[in-house]
């Protein structure tokens, strides 16, 4: 049997992509699920949807999370609507793609308060709900912190600050709740990236091939679970971090 099985869980940005492979591997795990959505609501509800089918219980929050006080208020009502909070997986985030000398302050304080502000109130306000029984928090980083990407240095950035989150936190709520990250790799590519492009990626990575949301949800299965690491930061990514 699972440890997860019957546990809570909040995965936010569960409504598409890599969140909505997280919640359900989650769900396989017999976990309960908080599904977190802002803008993709047909998404949530697929993802809701499917859970119910492997026969345990989801529900729908909307929360945007560039609202200062939404992180508060998502967490009150999961732990309300659930009776508790054990779990909770930092997934929502956005990627926007703009030259260096076009980015703007405002480009600059959304990418930071959904990637990075965002995680840290939500880890605040988790390990609140989870009292003295505990928990565990699982961000989700991104290798582009560690690369350079000419078009993404407001997101490289916001999710280096990620990664110092983790740690900080890891630190400051232990024992009680234990806080670590995964960092994926190509996962999802863009549709429009050129085929030459992938190739290019593929050839610099180790492992020469591009990975699945089902590499990074299996990851936060294994983080979420494992009663004796805090503070990791979990490389997902095909080895791409050694070169």
Known sequence: MSALKGKVALVTGAGQRVGQAIALALGAEGMRVAVHHRASAAGAKRTASALRGLGVEASLFAADLRDAEAPDRLVGEVASAFGSLDVLVNSAAIMRRVSLDAVTPADWDETFAINARAPFFLALAAARAMGKRGGAIVNIA???????????????????????????LAAQLAPRVRVNAVVPGAVLPPEDWPDTARKKFEAGTPLKRLGSPD????????????????????????????R
């Not at 290798?143 to 740690?167: C, D, F, N, Q, Y």
């Not at 949800?217 to 009663?227: G, H, I, K, R």
């Open 142 to 168: 991104d290798h582009l912190a560690h690369e350079s990407w000419p078009m993404l240095v407001p997101h490289a950035a916001s999710k280096g600050a990620l990664e110092t989150i983790t740690r900080q």
């Open 215 to 242: 590499d990074v949800a299996q990851a936060v299965v294994y983080l979420a679970s494992a009663p004796y690491v805090t503070g990791t930061l979990l490389f997902v990514d095909g080895g791409r971090h050694l």
